[in-house]
T-cell receptor, first 114, second 115 residues
Framework: SQQGEEDPQALSIQEGENATMNCSYKTSINNLQWYRQNSGRGLVHLILIRSNEREKHSGRLRVTLDTSKKSSSLLITASRAADTASYFCATGAEYTGANSKLTFGKGITLSVRP | NAGVMQNPRHLVRRRGQEARLRCSPMKGHSHVYWYRQLPEEGLKFMVYLQKENIIDESGMPKERFSAEFPKEGPSILRIQQVVRGDSAAYFC?????????????FGPGTRLTVL
């Protein structure tokens, strides 16, 4: 079954607007990570949030984690055309140690119009 | 410090041939993960290796697929007798032996096309 499920599946916004993407998961986790993938390219790690953290910031990125609701959100503020990409959330399971596999969602396609 | 290296970047094989995908982790990283991405899909875990050991192969198909991470040299994902359904992007990731908290660094991927 799909562990991380993002919504919306696709998002189109104007440059300068904020983009909010959500991720839900099913089982207990050790950590949750967000990645970006430009078309036909590899994944770029954006941010990791541990299960005992509630919010984390990195530049224009803000990630929240609500373990009671098993959900996370990624906020990109003041979006740019260069933010156009697919965004994936990935979870690390709780009981498999610090170097466990990641379970990915299907991703959100973000389009930022200039 | 070079990132995770994968080669080849593109690989074309005919049905029945063998495909070998190579991954060199980041310097100092001794944990390697292989993932497969089908078109319009997220990444699916295949196998997790440390030097000379397979730690978790729960995502590997039972037949035709194998992986290794020798003491010296890159990690290899080997697909024997490829079929069209094997066409996908294969990504390798690595993480450090100590420190970090499961942050995985991904390579650029190998795009396998089976004709």
């Amino acid at each position: 079954s799909q562990q991380g499920e993002e919504d919306p599946q696709a998002l189109s916004i104007q440059e300068g607007e904020n983009a909010t993407m959500n991720c839900s998961y099913k089982t207990s986790i050790n950590n949750l990570q967000w990645y970006r993938q430009n078309s036909g390219r590899g994944l770029v790690h954006l941010i990791l949030i541990r299960s005992n953290e509630r919010e984390k910031h990195s530049g224009r990125l803000r990630v929240t984690l609500d373990t009671s609701k098993k959900s996370s959100s990624l906020l990109i503020t003041a979006s740019r055309a260069a933010d156009t990409a697919s965004y994936f959330c990935a979870t690390g399971a709780e009981y498999t140690g610090a170097n466990s596999k990641l379970t990915f969602g299907k991703g959100i396609t973000l389009s930022v119009r200039p | 410090n070079a990132g995770v290296m994968q080669n080849p970047r593109h690989l074309v094989r005919r049905r029945g041939q063998e495909a070998r995908l190579r991954c060199s982790p980041m310097k100092g990283h001794s944990h390697v993960y292989w993932y497969r991405q089908l078109p319009e899909e997220g990444l699916k875990f295949m196998v997790y290796l440390q030097k000379e050991n397979i730690i978790d192969e729960s995502g590997m198909p039972k037949e035709r697929f194998s992986a290794e991470f020798p003491k010296e040299g890159p990690s290899i994902l080997r697909i024997q007798q490829v079929v069209r359904g094997d066409s996908a992007a294969y990504f390798c990731a690595s993480s450090p032996q100590a420190g970090g908290y499961n942050e995985q660094f991904f390579g650029p991927g190998t795009r396998l096309t089976v004709l």
